[in-house]
């Protein structure tokens, strides 16, 4: 037996571990990657590393949530459509400035929206059910209906306390964090650090995107989708560009990449084949191989290792391997570095929109979108799911996690989907 | 009665129309902005302009998916654990390499995954199946099972064939489409211009988020979240920061930013208070008011104008009004722009996650969260739904559309839930 076949059968060896085994080994050297402060003006989708504490209550003075007249409800007791109840209108205020002093009985104040009740007024009566008139230079204003002490009054805080928790920190700021952020007075926010992720292509058959084909010859597409993928997940790409076959050169390659990332992504390279460098690289470097065989489809090759505490994810060269991959292990390792509270991607019950004949004894996922039809959610496969069929990516929004077993799996029956474009997340894998 | 009352009777006027002729009468305003060619690099969720189509069958030859020997599964058919074939393997190809000429029978082609099938092989046999030797300098193969025509390859067009149109113009950029470009070949593709949309807010209760809270004032949240909507929406983000109470300058204001933008927001001013300063600026610049009170809550006196086919959206100055007017109005006009193929937000029929016993006679838009339960897609209100309060906003994902009517709606009850963290969208907005 030659030189080549003893590696490839040591190779053989690889023993497949459950996918659930896998993410745990992976999770257990995710690491938080500390926080740095951006503007408000720049910190949509970052992550927020401090909770948001309501500063003042909300609001922060009774104000008026319409246009019209403050007043004393006690003054309109007996206001009926054959009473008319007139009132003195001493004032007006718009919203940001304040009355100039307390009402006394009798008395009105003009009030904008969202202006401050003056000191006195119990109660907004709205533009539309007052009449006014002027007399003598003097301002009046008639009601026909009974007020109630609190009517069209926003109290103070009742929308929020003082010192409340609003958001904890580990929430992905979506307009409406970033509208409490600016309320609350945050010109600028502590948010988790994005992780630098490194990326590396492997693989002789690899042209480049503005390549012309060649016989026997691929564009690579890898790097592209996995780039979009880490941009998705929160991190910021690293594109070494292609490894060469060569160990040596690869080796170094990678060393001097893995120096200057966050984490390392390769994308081929890793199954058992005579071409595959990177199981020797990871020997070489003496990262710590975490697993390089799991059960599941696609993507059983995935390996991950570990050195100094950072990883290196060597995804599989087939580009749906390559995507599940990413999604199952790398994703949750970006999010934690970022500071995700939730970091694993949802998962939800679902009912299958559409046969998948085929059984499989390892778990599989099968790339899906997500449906709705009159309160049911559904997922259906997004296309043929050959492993290496990369034009149903371009529908997918799901992934279904089929449980490996005997039997295939009809429309309606219970399925759970992983959902990919969703910022809810989820603590734990399971 | 005074002219302020004059012009504030003239504004009840106002004639509430419903929600779908509102979004009608906009989209009628809404245009595509054109397209530009962007690297494949920076086309993250950007939106295709034009159709990518399949320059080349996928994959463009017949391929193997696995490392093994390729050749003629004739040669197998007296193979069986006691009569071991033996094969003499002429050469090795790896991954973008071919065979140097087509083989014979009796012969094999070590062949690595992804590689293409040497002409006269039409099977390919695992690794794990084969013994290999080397005899007098010769590598020979022995399988002692069956093959089958076909077995192991990846015919040539199998996935995808020439001239398929894969991904439609009007479509997302996501991970896997943007895979399809590299795949054929697009280092630059056409894209949808992004709009730039103007933004002003108005209100002299607004202090800016770095300044210190002042009695009967608030601080400036709608700005920086109608930013981060229209940054989600896909739109370029022009802030002209706060409109002056003065008319004059406020009217100057509004003129040169209009020039400068492809649609323009404020939030506030729209109301029918003493302040509110849109409906005049509107006047003023011969705008055509498309409507300027909506059958719904919050948001009613949202208010969109056109002047020269460009849109002015005058959105409420309560937060959550400003939010859900922002959603129904002003999103879909941003997707067309972009060149969107289904510029709504995606509605979908959902259960009632919680009671919502308060009756209204409009249409209501609830905050919401999406939530799954086996199978089942259900929709809650976000937290308080009072129309000022800015908290819910956090935790919103989706919009509860409750008709108008006398009574409430409880858990369980059939509700529609417009998404607003989907990318799906759909093409019409009912």
Redesign the interface.
């Given at each position: 037996?030659?030189d080549t076949?003893r590696i490839?059968d040591m190779k053989?060896d690889r023993k497949p571990i459950p996918v659930t085994d896998a993410v745990t080994k992976v999770m257990e050297y995710a690491r938080f990657g500390g926080t740095e402060e951006v503007s408000?003006?720049e910190c949509?989708n970052r992550i927020l590393a401090e909770d948001i504490t309501a500063?003042?209550p909300?609001?922060?003075?009774h104000?008026s949530?319409y246009?019209g007249f403050a007043l004393k409800a006690e003054d309109t007791k007996e206001a009926g459509s054959d009473n008319p109840v007139t009132f003195h209108v001493i004032e007006?205020v718009?919203?940001?400035?304040?009355a100039s002093r307390p009402i006394e009985s009798g008395e009105a104040v003009?009030i904008?929206?969202?202006?401050?009740i003056p000191e006195g007024a119990d109660c907004v009566a709205m533009?539309?059910i007052c009449q006014?008139?002027?007399e003598n230079g003097k301002s009046y204003m008639t009601i026909k209906r009974q007020m109630e002490e609190g009517q069209n009054v926003?109290e103070k805080g009742?929308?929020?306390s003082h010192g409340d928790v609003?958001?904890e920190k580990g929430?992905n700021?979506?307009?409406?964090?970033?509208?409490?952020?600016?309320?609350?007075?945050?010109?600028t926010v502590k948010v988790g650090r994005r992780p630098v992720v490194g990326l590396f292509a492997t693989?002789?058959?690899?042209l480049d995107?503005?390549?012309?084909?060649q016989?026997?010859?691929?564009?690579?597409?890898?790097?592209?989708?996995?780039?979009?993928?880490i941009?998705?997940a929160g991190g910021i790409v690293k594109y070494y560009g292609k490894l060469e076959d060569d160990f040596d050169t690869c080796y170094q390659a990678v060393t001097n990449a893995f120096a200057e990332v966050d984490m390392l992504i390769t994308t081929g390279g890793v199954?058992?084949?005579?071409?595959d460098l990177m199981p020797e690289i990871y020997e070489k470097l003496e990262a710590q191989v975490l697993f390089n065989k799991i059960a599941m489809r696609p993507g059983s090759v995935t390996t991950v290792a570990e050195k100094d505490g950072k990883l290196l994810f060597g995804l599989s060269?087939?580009?749906s391997a390559c995507?599940v991959g990413f999604e199952l292990y790398t994703f949750p390792v970006i999010q934690r570095y970022s500071g995700v509270a939730k970091p694993y991607h949802r998962k939800?019950?679902?009912?299958l929109g559409k046969d998948f004949p085929k059984p499989n004894p390892f778990t599989r996922f099968v790339r899906g979108y997500i449906h709705?039809?009159?309160?049911?959610?559904l997922v259906s496969p997004a296309g043929?799911d050959?492993?290496?069929?990369?034009?149903?990516?371009?529908?997918?929004?799901a992934l279904i996690m089929l449980p490996g077993g005997t039997r295939g799996f009809a429309a309606g029956n219970?399925v759970q989907a992983i959902l990919l474009?969703?910022?809810?997340g989820q603590a734990t894998f399971e």
């Open positions: 037996m030659c076949e490839v053989f408000i003006n949509e500063s003042h909300i609001p922060p003075f104000k949530p246009d007006q718009g919203a940001g400035h304040r003009r904008m929206t969202g202006a401050e533009f539309e006014t008139q002027e926003i009742s929308e929020t609003l958001v929430t700021i979506n307009p409406g964090v970033k509208a409490l952020l600016a309320t609350f007075g945050y010109p693989g002789t058959e690899l995107v503005d390549e012309k084909l016989p026997g010859k691929i564009r690579n597409s890898n790097a592209y989708m996995i780039a979009a993928q941009e998705r199954s058992v084949g005579d071409f060269g087939n580009p995507y939800i019950a679902a009912i709705y039809e009159e309160g049911k959610v043929m050959k492993s290496a069929v990369v034009t149903t990516l371009a529908n997918t929004d219970a474009e969703d910022s809810t």
